[in-house]
C-alpha cells in the first residue's frame, strides 16, 4: 500500500510536538532518542527528523545497520500522538533552512507546554540542541498509526487521512 501523509497530518507532525524516535541494534535491543524537528517532502511520504547526534549516537548507529526507525509525535496540551514507521532510514544532508527549522520547532513546542504551567526556559531545553550537532534522519514512510490516549491507540491509520 502506497503510504502518504494528509495536509493535517503535516501541519501537525511539522508543528510544536514532542518527537520521539526508538530503533534496534541486530539482536533487536532498543535504543531511543529525541527528535528537535520534522520536515517531510513533497511527495508527503519522506520524512526526515532533525536530531542531535552527540545526544543520538546509539540511535543512529542501529539506524545505519537496520534502517528501521519508528518516530512517534505528541502534542503535549492535548495528548494527541501519531506514530510513523519507516524501514529504510538513512542519515541525510541536512537542507537549507534546517537550522531555522529547528529552532522554530523548539519555540512552538515551548509555546505549547508554557499555558500547561512550565517555565519558558524549562519548556525549551527539554528541546535543546548543539547546532553544530544537528543531522538529519530520512526515511520513507511505510505504517502511521494513531497512538493517541484512548480506544483507538493502536489503530493503524489509512494512507492520507
Known amino acids: 500500500m502506497d503510504m502518504s ?4 497530518q503535516i501541519d501537525f507532525i511539522q508543528g510544536g510536538v514532542s518527537i520521539s524516535l526508538a530503533s534496534r541494534d541486530v539482536r ?6 529525541k527528535a528537535v524537528a520534522c520536515r517531510v517532502a513533497a511527495d508527503r511520504r519522506r520524512v526526515c527528523v532533525l536530531l ?7 540511535l543512529l548507529r542501529d539506524v545505519a545497520s537496520c534502517g528501521a526507525l519508528a518516530a512517534t509525535f505528541c502534542q503535549p496540551s492535548t495528548h494527541r500522538t ?10 541525510a544532508a541536512l537542507q537549507p533552512g534546517d537550522l531555522e527549522l529547528a529552532m522554530r520547532h523548539v519555540d512552538a513546542f515551548a509555546a505549547d507546554l508554557v499555558p500547561l504551567g512550565y517555565a519558558l526556559p524549562f519548556a525549551r531545553a ?4 548543539q547546532a553544530e550537532q544537528l543531522r538529519a534522519l530520512c526515511f520513507t514512510l511505510s505504517d502511521l498509526f494513531d497512538q493517541t490516549p484512548g480506544p483507538h491507540a493502536g489503530a493503524r491509520l489509512e494512507p492520507g487521512r
Not at 28 to 33: F, I, K, T
Not at 52 to 58: E, L
Not at 126 to 129: E, Y
Open 52 to 58: 542531535d547526534a552527540g545526544q543520538s549516537h546509539t
Open 82 to 91: 501519531l506514530q510513523l514507521k519507516g524501514r529504510d532510514a538513512q542519515e
Open 28 to 33: 533487536r535491543v532498543p535504543s531511543v532518542s
Open 5 to 8: 501523509l494528509s495536509d493535517e
Open 126 to 129: 527539554t528541546q535543546g540542541f
